[in-house]
């Protein structure tokens, strides 16, 4: 019974120890991202090792595995080595956060840091912390001996640096000069551009009058060639109505002609018509007679004559009959004859009528092709003088166009030089600076070789012990200046160079030592220029970061005291096209890449009260395809009273804090944007303008629930995402080409991409993807 309970209590307390582990790992796991990208595992396994808490293989897989290309993946397995060690790893790891990187001990424990190296009294006690101190004491003295020559030299070259700055104040206030001059040329330019917009308004309003002038005389001529065919009108039919007059006069003249010949005729008749009458009474009495043949005895001779008697009356009835017919078609033919006369005569006229006309009309148009043959002659030369002023126009406006390319490429020269110029002056500067801390440290290393005299004595005893090979350093070697300046030799070069030099002695010294001892002083200051030649690492939020060009980068860092300042705080790389222009050959592509200090990532409404941006106010959409267009705006907010609104596009952004750096929206991706309006403080600082055009396709895909990507940009992966956590994400491998389509997916900062066919160029599979700055 005994036996289990010691065996229960054994098990409560390995599970109490558990727990406790599992808690303190927890509490530096919930700050694992923000260890994994600020700690350098480089210089934390060397007293990891000393601590023994890992080995040679451990330190050796950890900095030079394959598997673990950046600095975050080695940092993030070296703490899940220091996990499976325990407590002892977690101890370590605190101590060495304490000796290298305070900020992040005070942290994770609450804690000043004491830096009492209790591990290593822990494992070899006190005599293997003094071995090792006096080892350091040994270098600090041999490094004294090299100050000591050292420092006659940095005097010497304080002196060459003294006069070479000198002689760049001259060179300073020579540039100060000739910036003042290009100011002034700057100002004129400025001037003669506003003297030639005003010409060219002028000459725009004088040609809108000139044209409105023309207009209105071709007008006046148009009015005057309807008048001039109206009165040719009216003068015809005075002529026609004139004729007719005439023809009537005529008429009337020649009627009584006529009633003449109609009443001859009328004669002829007459006399038939008498004679008529005649034959009718002899006839009658004829009749008469023979009515009463008993009264009057008839003869034989006279019966003989009444029979004569009646066959002439017969034949003169039958010769009447035919001449009555004869008078009918003589007088039918003759009425036929004086219609057609009247016909004939009707046509005559008409006729006339119609050759008066058509040469009148003749002569009209005749008139009418003179008139606007002047006209013609007048346009041509009215044509001939506006070709010459244009010509004049265009000659002096190509002069002003070459003028003003000579004064650019001048102020460019000018531009160019200056910039040079400045940044030799910030070289030496920076020179001047450093040199002036080298001696700072020179004379702060005197009195610290007068601490280490006394244990020089101490020191010599031991020296036999480490069996240690000094190498004699050369002095005139040094570090080399990263602003391209001659080599200059700093204080603890020659360590340096000793340590470097003899690789192979300190891996003896590591290995074969009976205690562990904390990295020497040259080893601390050569990561410290590993450091400072590193690449910088920073968290960028743009989408052109695998697309660099050979254009000039200007880099502006923000103050501390724009905004709040932390030990934890990341930088963000922001990259945007400024000009895109497709003219002129030397017009090339510009772009400006800004260093912003920002202290978190989160949206704006994170901010303290007092350090809220406007960029909270808004929503946008779009990307580096479509460009940046607002969705919603708060209403009754600052940003509202400003007028944005919905469909307003960003062209963009002066960052006051930036010291009025112009950051552009044109080509900028989605990500690039919103966390460019993160500082957005100023209203008058946004530059935006209205199109509805370019933003209704968007609103309409919005609405319609439709996929759109306002984003795309090609990029090529530097490390493989082969076991994501999330089931949406992509696994890809280190050197693909990814097309990014949207850098804001579901309102995260992460990629949404596909893969491309590096034959085909297609897009295969899909998903998300880490953003750069993760």
């Not at 409560?12 to 509490?27: F, G, I, M, R, V």
């Not at 010459?388 to 003028?403: A, C, F, H």
């Not at 350093?473 to 080399?480: A, F, P, Q, R, V």
């Amino acid at each position: 019974m005994a036996a289990l309970e010691n065996a229960s209590l054994q098990a409560c307390s390995l599970s109490e120890q558990e727990e406790e582990e599992d808690a303190l790992w927890e509490k530096i796991e919930s700050a694992r991202h923000q260890l994994t990208r600020s700690l350098n595992p480089a210089k934390l396994t060397p007293y990891l090792r000393q601590c023994r808490v890992i080995d040679e293989q451990d330190e050796e897989e950890v900095l030079n595995s394959c598997r673990f290309p950046c600095k975050s993946n080695q940092t993030g397995y070296l703490m899940d080595i220091l996990r499976r060690r325990g407590k002892r790893g977690y101890e370590a790891f605190l101590e060495s956060l304490e000796f290298y990187y305070p900020e992040h001990y005070t942290r994770l424990t609450g804690r000043e840091p004491a830096q009492r190296c209790s591990m290593i009294l822990d494992e070899e006690g006190p005599e293997g912390l003094m071995q090792f101190l006096l080892v350091e004491v040994k270098k600090m003295r041999a490094q004294r001996k090299e100050h000591l020559l050292k420092e006659h030299q940095l005097q010497a070259k304080n002196q060459t640096l003294e006069q070479e700055q000198a002689r760049l104040e001259q060179r300073l206030q020579e540039l100060l000069k000739m910036q003042e001059r290009c100011q002034r040329l700057r100002e004129e330019w400025d001037s003669n551009s506003v003297e030639l917009l005003r010409l060219k308004d002028e000459n725009y309003m004088m040609a809108m009058r000139y044209a409105q002038l023309c207009e209105e005389k071709n007008m006046a001529v148009l009015r005057s060639r309807d008048l001039q065919l109206l009165v040719d009108q009216l003068k015809c039919k005075v002529t026609s109505l004139e004729e007719e007059c005439s023809l009537l006069r005529k008429q009337a003249s020649t009627m009584p002609q006529r009633e003449a010949e109609e009443r001859g005729h009328p004669d002829a008749v007459s006399e038939l018509w008498a004679e008529n009458q005649r034959l009718t009474a002899s006839l009658q009495e004829l009749q008469g007679m023979l009515q009463t043949p008993g009264e009057v005895p008839v003869t034989g001779s006279e019966q003989i004559l009444l029979d004569i008697l009646e066959h002439d009356w017969k034949e003169a009835q039958d010769d009447r009959q035919d001449l009555c017919q004869k008078l009918n078609s003589l007088q039918s033919e003759l009425q036929w004859a004086e219609e057609l006369r009247d016909k004939y005569l009707q046509e005559v006229e008409d006729l006339q009528l119609k050759y008066r006309t058509l040469q009148k009309d003749c002569d009209l148009y005749k008139h009418r092709m003179n008139t606007v043959l002047l006209q013609l002659e007048e346009i041509e030369k009215e044509r001939d003088q506006a070709i010459q002023s244009r010509d004049g126009v265009q000659l002096q406006y190509s002069q002003s166009l070459i003028e003003k390319d000579q004064y650019r490429k001048r102020v460019r020269v000018l531009e160019e030089e200056r910039d040079e110029l400045l940044s030799k002056l910030s070289r030496m500067e920076g020179l001047n600076s450093t040199l002036e801390a080298q001696l700072q440290r020179c004379r702060g290393n005197r009195s610290l070789g007068k601490m280490c005299s006394s244990s020089y004595s101490l020191c010599s005893n031991l020296s036999s012990t480490w069996s240690l090979v000094d190498k004699p350093s050369d002095l005139t070697s040094g570090l080399t200046d990263p602003l391209d300046v001659s080599a200059i030799t700093f204080p603890g070069d020659s360590a340096i160079q000793s340590m470097e030099g003899t690789p192979d002695s300190e891996k003896d010294i590591n290995r074969l030592s009976t205690f562990p001892f904390p990295p020497c002083i040259g080893s601390i200051l050569r990561r410290q220029r590993e450091d400072r030649c590193m690449p910088y690492k920073s968290l960028s939020c743009g989408s052109f970061s695998n697309m660099e060009d050979t254009t000039d980068n200007s880099f502006v860092s923000i103050p501390p005291g724009a905004f709040s300042s932390s030990s934890s705080s990341t930088y963000t790389r922001v990259k945007s096209e400024t000009c895109l222009s497709m003219l002129t050959s030397h017009q090339e592509i510009s772009r400006r890449s800004l260093v912003v200090q920002l202290t978190s990532m989160g949206h704006p409404s994170s901010l303290s009260s007092h350090e809220k941006r406007l960029g909270a106010d808004i929503s946008i959409l779009g990307g580096n395809r479509t460009g940046i267009y607002v969705q919603w705006v708060k209403p009754g907010s600052q940003v509202e009273s400003t007028g944005l609104r919905e469909g307003c596009r960003l062209i963009e952004l002066r960052v006051p804090s930036l010291k009025e750096e112009v950051l552009s929206l044109e080509n900028c991706t989605r990500e690039v944007a919103y966390l460019s309006l993160l500082h957005w403080d100023e209203p008058s600082s946004l530059v935006f303008q209205l199109d509805l055009q370019g933003y209704q396709p968007l609103r309409e895909a919005l609405e319609e629930g439709k996929k759109f990507s306002g984003d795309s940009f090609y990029i090529r992966t530097n490390l493989s995402l082969l076991e994501p956590s999330d089931p949406y994400a992509l696994c890809v491998k280190c050197r693909e080409i990814l097309h990014v389509t949207d850098t804001m997916y579901k309102g995260r900062l992460e990629w949404y991409c596909s893969r491309v066919d590096p034959l085909t160029m297609r897009d295969l599979d899909k998903g998300t993807v880490p953003n750069y700055s993760r």
